[in-house]
């Protein structure tokens, strides 16, 4: 099994910043990609950035330049940076790693996610 555990969240004013953390522990045998999504009320989940094992990064048009996401794989932890927040950016905010269990998984690794942590940006 594989557990994912983020904390970091909180009420921030707008302008404000907030880093998020996610450490996955459990049987791993080794971590693809790394990501953050978030699900506003109402809406779907979407992604707001990801970080290959690697250290290649890709973000949500509506975060770059503000956000930050950053890993250590020696921990098996991502982090979030979020500067300059907005309103906007209010909802749950979750973890998601790609994980490769056994040696003999697909390479791509099988989908987790950490239960959310809650982000709420007051204007």
């Known amino acids: 099994q594989v557990q994912l555990v983020e904390s970091g969240g909180g009420l921030v004013q707008a302008g404000g910043s907030l880093r998020l953390s996610c450490t996955a522990s459990?049987?791993?045998?080794?971590?693809?990609?790394m990501a953050w999504y978030r699900q506003a009320p109402g809406k779907q989940r979407e992604l707001v950035a990801v970080?290959?094992?690697?250290?290649?990064?890709h973000y949500a048009n509506s975060v770059a330049g503000r956000f930050t996401i950053s890993r250590d794989n020696a921990k098996n932890s991502v982090y979030l940076q979020m500067n300059s927040l907005k309103p906007e950016d209010t909802g749950v905010y979750y973890c998601?790693?790609?994980?490769?269990?056994?040696?003999?998984?697909?390479?791509?690794?099988?989908?987790?996610w950490g239960q959310g942590t809650q982000v709420t940006v007051s204007s």
């Open positions: 998601n790693a790609k994980v490769q269990v056994r040696p003999d998984d697909p390479s791509r690794g099988y989908d987790y």
């Open positions: 459990g049987s791993i045998f080794s971590i693809n990609s």
């Open positions: 970080i290959s094992s690697g250290g290649n990064t």
